[in-house]
């Protein structure tokens, strides 16, 4: 019996220093961040007093794609010149932003930006993103036991919306939906349950049925049927 593979795969999210002009924000924009988690931002702001700060999920204008990322509350309460509020990213992998406004000491209303491109997520398809498996097909006998190896480059995140397609991160968590009877390892399939796996497993096959498989995010556990 011939057996077609087919794919799911779950995305992760970035996490966050951008620094311009005298104010950075932590975590860091460089570091990937995983979708739908709560983060726990730090603003520091050029040296002065502010005050009646406000977050907000802001997409930034001139920035192709990008999206608002959800803030858990509005007020952002100020330590002197150090803002701190809370926020997740939504499962979108392009960019995402958000936007801080206070007061100065003078009165003036300041607004200061922030982008992230480095989300963990899966929500656009991209070939980047999609495990390309080796054999794509196997063929069991069937009332008979037989082993397959199968395997694939691990697949990486992707945010397509950028001039220049960005990828980044390795996804190294897959899970693998065999028919009743199958196994990896001492993993015995009953149908329904995705087994736990590597980009490499060996698969043990006794009845003959359909094999699908998918990436997992160790953060976020979302995923994609391609």
Avoid at 35 to 40: A, D, K, N
Avoid at 132 to 139: C, I, K, L, R
Avoid at 188 to 195: E, L, Y
Wanted: aromatic content about 12%.
């Amino acid at each position: 019996m011939k057996i077609n593979f087919t794919c799911l795969l779950a995305g992760i999210l970035p996490l966050l220093t951008l620094s311009t002009n005298g104010q950075s924000i932590l975590p860091s924009t460089s570091t990937a961040s995983c979708p739908g988690s709560t983060v726990s931002f730090t603003v520091t702001l050029p040296t002065g007093a502010y005050y009646g700060a406000q977050a907000y999920g802001w997409p930034i204008v001139g920035v192709s794609g990008c999206q608002a990322a959800s803030i858990n509350s509005g007020t952002a309460p100020l330590n002197h010149n150090v803002l701190t509020f809370s926020g997740s990213f939504i499962d979108w992998d392009g960019p995402q932003g958000m936007q801080l406004t206070c007061y100065d000491a003078s009165g003036t209303l300041r607004t200061f930006d922030f982008h992230y491109d480095r989300i963990e997520s899966f929500n656009t398809p991209d070939v980047a993103s999609e495990p390309v498996p080796s054999p794509a097909t196997v063929t069991a006998p069937r009332c008979q036991t037989a082993a397959f190896n199968i395997s694939f480059p691990k697949v990486v995140y992707a945010d397509p919306w950028t001039a220049t397609k960005l990828t980044y991160g390795t996804v190294t968590t897959y899970e693998y939906l065999l028919p009743v009877g199958w196994s990896i390892g001492s993993s015995v399939s009953d149908g329904s349950t995705w087994i736990p796996g590597s980009s490499a497993v060996t698969v043990n096959a006794d009845a003959a049925d359909g094999i699908a498989y998918r990436s997992i995010s160790e953060l976020s556990g979302y995923r994609r049927l391609w």
